[in-house]
């Protein structure tokens, strides 16, 4: 991580395969974020584990991202697509 980023301590993603046991006792499987250079995350933005945000990218509020965003890309929606390319 970077200075001056803040982000929620919890990246991992719950079992629920068992319809029979409650989703909070079916463990939990770990993921890793990585976060690389110069990237703005909007406000509210939810990443899935085992994601790698690119260098420059941008992700729009609210976004919700299950795959690896391109260096210097724009992403946005649910879930995240590329919307643009930086300069």
């Known amino acids: 991580m970077f200075d001056r980023t803040q982000c929620g301590s919890q990246n991992q993603q719950p079992f629920f395969s068992d319809k029979e046991i409650p989703i909070r006792n079916q463990g ?4 890793t974020i990585i976060i690389k250079e110069n990237v703005w995350i909007g406000a509210n933005v939810t990443i899935i584990g085992n994601v790698t945000i690119g260098k420059g990218a941008i992700i729009a509020a609210g976004a919700i991202v299950v795959k690896d965003v391109d260096d210097h890309t724009i992403v946005g929606g649910v879930p995240a697509k590329p919307i643009g390319l930086r300069g």
């Open 28 to 31: 939990h499987k770990p993921g």
